[in-house]
């Protein structure tokens, strides 16, 4: 999806008051690295920690754009490396759709779009799909740490990829 069909802010305020509206039980359960409740998720961490080599990010302007949009996704990856209740994530992708609605779509640079910023939409695409997901399964009778974790988990993982493939177009000098 082009970053120039953003999620209308009328669509995500649905998805996101569907996601707070669910509630589950608190039974949990443990399986290969994670600890998933209805209420939080522990797991351990699942793409290359940030490129940090001390060069300067790439092209100052498109750091200056979507640096922040980023960042904020990395620091998401990090912190379900700790984990996050599902209050704790849904307000994560809260903070990140903000981040997301200050983008300049029209001043984007070619390099910095095909390079950093459609990498970086599709991480925020499986963060939000997770939301969705977790958000299903905390306010369906039944669903539990077994259906939902193998997806969270999934989405994750193709999200972490993202985001390091964004950092990495950051650093290439987008």
């Not at 069909?5 to 509206?21: E, I, T």
């Not at 979507?66 to 307000?91: E, H, K, P, W």
Request: aromatic share 6%; hydrophobic share 35%; net charge negative.
């Amino acid at each position: 999806m082009p970053l120039a069909a953003r999620l209308p802010l009328a669509s995500f305020a649905f998805v996101v008051a569907l996601l707070v509206s669910g509630c589950g039980g608190d039974g949990s359960e443990t399986t290969g690295g994670a600890t998933v409740t209805s209420r939080s998720v522990t797991t351990t961490p699942t793409g290359p920690p940030a490129k940090r080599d001390g060069r300067a990010p790439g092209g100052e302007r498109c750091q200056s754009q979507l640096g922040s949009f980023v960042g904020s996704m990395d620091g998401l990856r990090r912190r379900l490396a700790v984990g996050v209740t599902y209050d704790q994530y849904v307000a994560e992708v809260r903070g990140i759709r903000s981040t997301y609605g200050e983008i300049p779509i029209e001043k984007l640079q070619i390099d910095c779009l095909t390079l950093v910023a459609t990498p970086a939409e599709k991480a925020f695409n499986r963060y939000i799909e997770g939301a969705n997901d977790w958000g299903e399964c905390v306010s369906e009778l039944g669903c539990g740490t077994t259906e939902v974790e193998p997806v969270l988990q999934r989405r994750w993982r193709v999200a972490s990829h993202f985001v390091s493939e964004a950092q990495d177009g950051l650093d290439q000098g987008s």
